[in-house]
C-alpha cells in the first residue's frame, strides 16, 4: 500500500528554523517526484515546489524559491521542507504528494503538517 | 504563470441533482489537467488526471471533458459524500497551478 507519512504539528515562534518530513513506502522512493502544497487557513492549493529523490532535482514556484528548502534523502525515503526564518504568514497546513513525472497529477498525498507560527 | 480560474466558486445543490464545475486556464495546458476533491480536514484526493481518466476507485457519476484552456467537471447525479471542494490543477507547466476551489454544499 501506498503511503505518504508526515512528520507532526509544529508551533513555533517567528525567526525560528523548522523542517518537516514526508515519508514514503509501498512503493519504489526514488521513481517518483514529491511535490510540497500549501493550504493557509480557510484558502486553497498552492504549488510549492518539487524534488526527485533520485537525483535531488528541485523545481521551485518562483514566490517559494528563496524562502523554503525542498530536499530528499533516498537513503531513507523521505523528503523535507524547510524553514531558515519562520514568519506568521508560513501559518498554514504543507502537504506533500506524489507525482510519477513532472507533469503528472498528485495521485498520494501525505495527511498534512499544521505549521503555526506564533509569538 | 498559467492562472486558474474556476467558476462557480461555490454552489448549493441537492442529492440526485447534475453539478457542473468549470475550469479555464489563462493558456493552453494542453490535456494536462487534472481535478481533486478536498474535504473538510483532510488532504486533497486525485478525482481526475489528463481531464477525463477517472483515478482508481472514484465512481463512474463523476467525468470530466474539455480541451486547450476550457475544462469542466461533472458530477451526474450527487451523492451526500459528494459535498465538498473540488480544484482543478494543470501540470503543463511549472509551476503547477490550481483554481481557487469550488465548494459544494448541500
Known amino acids: 500500500e501506498v503511503q505518504l507519512v508526515q512528520s507532526g504539528a509544529e508551533v513555533k515562534e517567528p525567526g525560528e528554523s523548522l523542517k518537516i518530513s514526508c515519508k514514503g513506502s509501498?512503493?519504489?522512493?526514488?521513481?517518483?517526484?514529491i511535490a510540497w502544497v500549501r493550504q493557509m487557513p480557510g484558502k486553497g492549493l498552492e504549488w510549492m515546489g518539487i524534488?526527485?529523490?533520485?537525483?535531488?532535482?528541485?523545481r521551485y514556484n518562483p514566490p517559494f524559491r528563496g524562502q523554503v528548502t525542498i530536499s530528499g534523502d533516498k537513503s531513507i525515503s523521505t523528503a523535507y521542507l524547510q524553514w531558515r526564518s519562520l514568519k506568521a504568514s508560513d501559518t498554514g497546513m504543507y502537504y506533500c504528494?506524489?507525482?510519477?513525472?513532472?507533469?503528472?497529477?498528485?495521485?498520494?498525498w501525505g495527511q498534512g503538517t499544521l505549521v503555526t507560527v506564533s509569538s | 504563470d498559467i492562472q486558474m480560474t474556476q467558476s462557480p466558486s461555490s454552489l448549493s445543490a441537492s442529492v440526485g441533482d447534475r453539478v457542473i464545475i468549470s475550469c479555464r486556464a489563462s493558456?493552453?495546458?494542453?490535456?494536462?489537467l487534472n481535478w481533486y476533491q478536498q474535504k473538510p480536514g483532510k488532504a486533497p484526493k486525485l478525482l481526475m488526471y489528463?481531464?477525463?481518466s477517472l483515478q482508481s476507485g472514484v465512481p463512474l457519476r463523476f467525468s470530466g471533458s474539455g480541451s486547450g484552456t476550457d475544462f469542466t467537471l461533472t458530477i451526474s447525479s450527487l451523492d451526500p459524500e459528494d459535498f465538498a471542494t473540488y480544484y482543478c490543477?494543470?501540470?503543463?507547466?511549472?509551476?503547477?497551478?490550481f483554481g481557487q476551489g469550488t465548494k459544494v454544499e448541500i
Open positions: 489528463a481531464v477525463s
Open positions: 509501498g512503493y519504489t522512493f526514488t521513481n517518483y517526484w
Open positions: 504528494a506524489r507525482q510519477r513525472y513532472g507533469q503528472s497529477p498528485a495521485d498520494y
Open positions: 490543477q494543470q501540470s503543463y507547466s511549472i509551476p503547477q497551478t
Open positions: 524534488v526527485h529523490p533520485g537525483d535531488s532535482d528541485t
Open positions: 493558456q493552453s495546458v494542453s490535456s494536462y
